[in-house]
Each structure stands twice: as C-alpha cells, then as structure tokens.
C-alpha cells in the first residue's frame, strides 16, 4: 500500500506565499503521474498541477504564473510552490500520485490539507 501525506497547509494572507508538500512511501521514481488538486466544500475537485514524468508540468489557468509543482526526488517528495495567493485559493489541497501496474492505471490519494488565505 502506498502512503500520500500532505503537510505545509495554513492560514495566509493575500498576496503571500506558501508551500505544499506531499511525502510518498517508496521511491518517487516508481510513478508516472504526480498531481495536485484542491476542492472547496460542496464543490467539484479540481486540478491544480499535473506532473507526468517525461513532460513539462501543465497547470490550470488560475496557478498559471503563480504555482509550481516539482518533486524532490531524494527525500520522495512532491512540493506545491504557491506565490501571489488570493481568497480564491481557500481550499483543502490534495496530492495524488499514480502508476501503472499489468495495465491497470492505480491512483493513491492523500488526506489533504487546508489552505486558508485571508487577512
């Protein structure tokens, strides 16, 4: 079993800055896809920033410029770099990771973490 958990959630003022992080058991290299998507309470979950390995990083149109996904692959991590955060941004963040196994597509899914961006 794979184990995703968030950390780096919070409270924020507008216009200020935070980083996500998602620690994921075993070794970064062992998935293809890594994600990150957030979800306002009675709304649809939406995505945020999607990495897949062997191409560039795409991001929804309301991060653009402002968000960043990368991993560090030697503490098996993925980081959400968030600058420039509105009220907008409030939302329980999610990381996600996948794979591929006998050509099943396998997707495991953190807890989330809440980020609150208020003055």
């Known amino acids: 079993q794979v184990s995703v958990v968030e950390s780096g959630g919070g409270l924020v003022q507008p216009g200020g800055s935070l980083t996500l992080s998602c620690a994921v058991s075993?070794?970064?290299?062992?998935?293809?896809?890594m994600s990150w998507y957030r979800q306002v309470a009675g709304q649809e979950r939406e995505l945020v920033a999607n990495s897949i390995r062997n191409y560039s990083p795409t991001y929804a149109e309301f991060v653009k410029g402002r968000f960043t996904i990368s991993t560090d692959t030697n503490k098996n991590v993925v980081l959400l770099q968030m600058t420039s955060l509105k009220p907008d941004d409030t939302a329980v963040y999610y990381c996600?990771?996948?794979?591929?196994?006998?050509?099943?597509?396998?997707?495991?899914w953190g807890q989330g973490t809440q980020v609150t961006v208020s003055s």
């Open positions: 996600s990771v996948d794979r591929w196994d006998s050509g099943r597509r396998l997707i495991y």
């Open positions: 075993g070794s970064i290299f062992s998935f293809n896809g």
